[in-house]
């Protein structure tokens, strides 16, 4: 069973950085696709960026954002710099067992239960 736990989320002031985890157990970590999403109160989950061969990002965060991962600690990370309100939201990882397009959650197989991002201004 694929397990994925995400920390480091909190409280910023804009302009700020914060720095998401997820740890995944359950498969070989370094085998698969992992992507970050984000989802703000009465919105539709949006993708933030994702990591397999390359990285890509949401238009909205390049520039800001930088994901990479460790596999030798099974951990997918999101840097986050130069924070807006507009960011604030509770960020997903997940992770796709296929090849399938980034950027669309149902594309996803395996879901963290989510860690919650707030900016104020």
């Known amino acids: 069973q694929v397990q994925l736990v995400e920390s480091g989320g909190g409280l910023v002031q804009a302009g700020g950085s914060l720095r998401l985890s997820c740890v995944m157990s359950?498969?070989?970590?370094?085998?698969?696709?992992m992507g970050w999403f984000r989802q703000a109160p009465g919105k539709e989950r949006e993708f933030v960026a994702a990591?397999?061969?390359?990285?890509t990002y949401a238009d909205s965060v390049k520039g800001r954002f930088t994901i990479s991962r460790d596999n030798a600690r099974n951990t997918v990370y999101v840097q986050m710099n130069s924070l807006k309100p507009e960011d604030t939201a509770v960020y997903y990882c997940?992770?796709?067992?296929?090849?399938?397009?980034?950027?669309?959650?149902?594309?996803?197989?395996?879901w963290g239960q989510g860690t919650q991002v707030t900016v104020s201004s």
């Open positions: 997940a992770v796709q067992l296929g090849y399938r397009d980034f950027r669309v959650p149902s594309s996803y197989n395996y």
């Open positions: 990591i397999g061969v390359m990285t």
């Open positions: 359950g498969r070989t970590f370094s085998s698969y696709a």
